[in-house]
T-cell receptor, first 112, second 119 residues
């Protein structure tokens, strides 16, 4: 099956930019997503990118996709304490674009 | 649109007992998914439905697990003879038919989950 890897932890200061990285093994992705999970809560869709795109910007969020290196990143500009959470990258790699495969999650800690 | 609703939020059960969880998806969504998330891990796919048809089941879904979506609306996930290893957060998600409009069309809306603790 598809392997999706993320670094476990990232600490940034409030106001700085955060960059969360994700790598995957199968190049035949269709859609790629970033989800945010706060303690005890479900998953909140932050943004998504189609596999035929290289970049997508949505307010403070920028997603970069490097298909050659099978690398996806999420940049959060002007990181706030409310951004502290676990961030998951996820994608669909089956032809029907049905089930999501998730990464291991990156815990973002924002310090003052 | 009240989002995806899951009940109960928390369930504590003794080993060997049966438990059932319910998921109410967004009404216009025809696809419904069940995921399991253990501590420190990302969610793992269990099964999904398109309308009332169960189209795929993961190998994680042992014979003790059964999911239904009888009328293509809400779904139930039952675990029989629970084991301590079943302790996890069970997440439900739904998604609309492909080809619709809206930025979230290509996303999956998740519920808040049911946290199961088997003692």
């Amino acid at each position: 099956g598809e392997d999706v890897e993320q670094s476990l932890f990232l600490s940034v200061r409030e106001g700085d930019s955060s960059v969360i990285n994700c790598t995957y093994t199968d190049s035949s992705s269709t859609y790629l997503y970033w989800y945010k999970q706060e303690p005890g809560a479900g998953l909140q869709l932050l943004t998504y990118i189609f596999s035929n795109m290289d970049m997508k910007q949505d307010q403070r969020l920028t997603v970069l996709l490097n298909k050659k290196d099978k690398h996806l990143s999420l940049r959060i500009a002007d990181t706030q304490t409310g951004d502290s959470a676990i961030y998951f990258c996820a994608g669909t790699w089956d032809g029907t674009a049905s089930k999501l495969t998730f990464g291991t999650g990156t815990r973002l800690q924002v310090t003052l | 649109d009240t989002g995806v609703s899951q009940n109960p939020r928390h369930k504590i059960t003794k080993r060997g007992q049966n438990v059932t969880f319910r998921c109410d998806p967004i009404s216009e969504h025809n696809r419904l998914y069940w995921y399991r998330q253990t501590l420190g891990q990302g969610p793992e796919f269990l099964t999904y439905f398109q309308n009332e048809a169960q189209l795929e089941k993961s190998r994680l879904l042992s014979d003790r697990f059964s999911a239904e979506r009888p009328k293509g609306s809400f779904s139930t996930l039952e675990i029989q003879r629970t084991e301590q290893g079943d302790s996890a957060m069970y997440l439900c998600a739904s998604s609309p038919p492909r080809g619709g409009q809206g930025a979230n069309n290509y996303g999956y809306t998740f519920g808040s989950g049911t946290r199961l603790t088997v003692v």
